[in-house]
């Protein structure tokens, strides 16, 4: 029997409680997960597509690898074929199973970064590899820096908000490179670039910094994020074109198949840019409120030039090592306020003595957030 560590969100039950006791209800700032409609045009597609009386294609139908492939080379800066993409049941869902579908098992070393998204190292777990938190594989002894097999990269992150320059990309898939292992950039968040980074951030597949090579490269992304389409388990991954055949015959053995009608919606996700705009242009304005109450209220807010979240400590943690007891007093002190925010312990050693602000609330939860955080947390 398998046996995985206790999912770690069970652990917020009485924080949770302890939010819901304030007079004005719960603020929940801690899962990101969308809030406001899906677009019309993409319910459209699906409604249109309901009579999927055939199976679909694993590989994904001609339109949406195409309309996959367009969308690496129109928003990524990618030169991208529909034979080097597939589509998957959500991006948790490839991160989770992609080590057991390169073969990967005991003795094989998955690295992620050192403040990560649980799911890298779960992934390895499931196949008895050893997940190892590293930002760079210079980091590494040399018995397992020989043992790497597969890298994950995470810009824009999960949690911190971190983006990679394209130095720092090339540098990443050079030591990947320079070992035979393969380089898998989760990019689920490449939309959502704040300030420097708004005209868009590095992509593992951009030629500037391959190459012009994708051998060992894949990009993993979602629609979740910049379409609202959590509940459609919509993503797909593209790269290296033997990786990608590879993972689509044994995807295929797997019975691991975006649903038809899913496949059609994602088409129009991918064809429409507009959609993306205006909900990013919401987000801007709930994590505008709430970085500035955050900051105003005496906390301070690392990194967070992307993505959906606010990584944030108190200011007393800053030059020292932060405690597994620092993130829980602070959980703590958002929840006697209402507020139920994201353990930064759940991503690693490294995340300790921080939480993580989400801003994919509602309008009414934020105002209701920041008016309590400007109160004292």
Same mark, same amino acid.
């Given at each position: ?91 948790? *869902? ?103 980074? *708004? ?105 967070? *030039? ?72």
């Amino acid at each position: 029997m398998l046996t995985l560590p206790e999912y770690p969100w069970e652990q917020l039950a009485p924080y949770r409680a302890r939010a819901a006791e304030h007079p004005d209800g719960v603020a929940d700032l801690s899962i990101g997960t969308p809030v406001d409609p899906t677009p019309e045009l993409i319910q459209h597609a699906l409604r249109e597509s309901t009579d999927a009386h055939g199976y679909p294609t694993t590989a994904g139908t001609a339109q949406l690898r195409e309309a996959i492939a367009s969308w690496y080379v129109r928003r990524r800066s990618a030169q991208i074929t529909p034979a080097q993409v597939i589509p998957s049941i959500g991006s948790k *869902e490839f991160i989770a199973w992609l080590p057991l579908l390169m073969g990967l098992g005991p003795g094989d070393v998955v690295v992620r970064p050192e403040v990560a998204y649980p799911t890298y190292d779960i992934g390895a777990q499931l196949v008895g590899a050893t997940p190892v938190a590293a930002d760079s594989l210079s980091e590494l002894d040399t018995d397992t820096r020989s043992r790497v097999k597969l890298v994950w990269t995470n810009s824009p992150a999960n949690p911190t908000g971190r983006v990679d320059t394209a130095d720092q990309v090339r540098e990443k898939i050079a030591e990947a490179r320079a070992i035979g292992a393969v380089l898998a950039g989760d990019e689920c968040y490449a939309e959502l670039g704040w300030d420097q980074w *708004e005209p868009g951030v590095p992509s593992v597949l951009d030629p500037a910094v391959n190459g012009g090579d994708t051998t060992g490269l894949l990009s993993v992304y979602s629609l979740s994020k910049q379409s609202n389409l959590a509940g459609y388990r919509a993503a797909f991954a593209a790269g290296d074109e033997q990786i990608i055949t590879t993972l689509i015959n044994s995807r295929k053995h797997a019975g691991m198949i975006v649903p038809a009608p899913i496949q059609s919606a994602m088409v129009a996700a991918l064809n429409d840019d507009a959609h993306v705009q205006e909900q990013k242009d919401r987000y801007r304005i709930r994590r505008g409120q709430l970085l500035a109450a955050l900051t105003e209220s005496g906390l301070h807010v690392d990194h967070s *030039e992307a993505g959906l979240y606010l990584w944030t400590r108190t200011v007393a943690s800053a030059g020292r090592a932060a405690t597994a007891e620092d993130t829980w007093n602070l959980v703590q002190r958002f929840a006697d306020a209402g507020i139920v925010v994201g353990p930064g312990v759940f991503y690693g050693e490294a995340g300790n003595g921080y939480v993580r602000v989400a801003i994919t609330a509602t309008d009414d939860a934020v105002a209701q957030a920041v008016s309590r955080i400007r109160r004292g947390i």
